[in-house]
């Protein structure tokens, strides 16, 4: 069992910075994919941004260039630092972690409000 724990978040100003930090936690961990995911009041859930063990980095169009993952493999935790942000990012922020060989485990999500 892999335990998906989510930390930031906030209200903020339009033009403002905020960095979200997800943590998986458990024994025998295993993690690949990790990555963070929002929903906006009335919309599906979408992607923002993931991160292979490898390295290798997904952004959805609409955040490239402001938003930036990272990952520390060796503590199993991801990170997201968001700027420039914008009303429309406004959303409640899930992590999701993926244990091998593909079972997923989400937060319990974490608001982010971008409002003057």
């Known amino acids: 069992q892999v335990q998906v724990v989510e930390s930031g978040g906030g209200l903020v100003q339009p033009g403002g910075s905020l960095n979200l930090s997800c943590a998986a936690r458990?024994?025998?961990?295993?993690?690949?994919?990790m990555g963070w995911y929002r929903q906006a009041p009335g919309k599906q859930r979408e992607l923002v941004a993931t991160i292979t063990r490898g390295g290798s980095i997904t952004y959805a169009d609409s955040v490239k260039g402001r938003f930036t993952i990272s990952r520390d493999n060796a503590k199993n935790t991801v990170t997201l630092q968001m700027n420039s942000l914008k009303p429309e990012d406004t959303a409640v922020y899930y992590c999701?972690?993926?244990?091998?060989?593909?079972?997923?485990?989400w937060g319990q999500g974490t608001q982010v409000t971008v409002s003057s």
């Open positions: 458990g024994s025998a961990l295993i993690i690949n994919d």
């Open positions: 999701k972690t993926r244990q091998w060989p593909a079972t997923d485990y």
